[in-house]
């Protein structure tokens, strides 16, 4: 079983910068596609940006491309995403999430396709 714990939420002004860290004890974890999702109040969790189990293979929504970016580091069993340029409108929960894939899987925008969830973590943007 892969416990996923995330880090790194928080309070920051409009044009600022964040970093979540998605984490886990397990070595499995390379082993894991891993997706970061996010949630508004009253609506479903969205995808915002999916990295392979390779780490060779990335996704963004439009609505993050060209401000976000995602990496993992196997040796931490972490995955990152760093969040720049923040606008109110990326005021939500972040969650990450895996699933575990082989290394030629597409990558999965879905989150009802992920096995493994964090708990979330509060991501406010003021203007």
């Known amino acids: 079983q892969v416990h996923l714990v995330e880090s790194g939420g928080g309070l920051v002004q409009a044009g600022g910068s964040l970093r979540l860290s998605c984490s886990t004890t397990?070595?499995?974890?390379?082993?894991?596609?891993v997706g970061w999702f996010r949630q508004f109040p009253g609506q479903e969790r969205e995808v915002v940006s999916v990295?392979?189990?390779?780490?060779?293979?990335?996704y963004f929504a439009d609505s993050v491309k060209g401000r976000f970016a995602v990496s993992r580091d196997k040796t931490k069993n972490t995955v990152y995403l760093q969040m720049n340029t923040l606008k109110p409108e990326d005021t939500a929960v972040y969650y990450c999430?895996?699933?575990?894939?082989?290394?030629?899987?597409?990558?999965?925008?879905?989150?009802?396709?992920?096995?493994?969830w964090g708990q979330g973590t509060q991501v406010t943007v003021s203007s």
């Open positions: 990295i392979s189990r390779s780490g060779s293979a990335t």
């Open positions: 999430a895996s699933k575990r894939t082989i290394l030629t899987a597409p990558l999965d925008i879905q989150p009802e396709s992920y096995t493994h």
């Open positions: 397990r070595s499995a974890f390379s082993e894991h596609a």
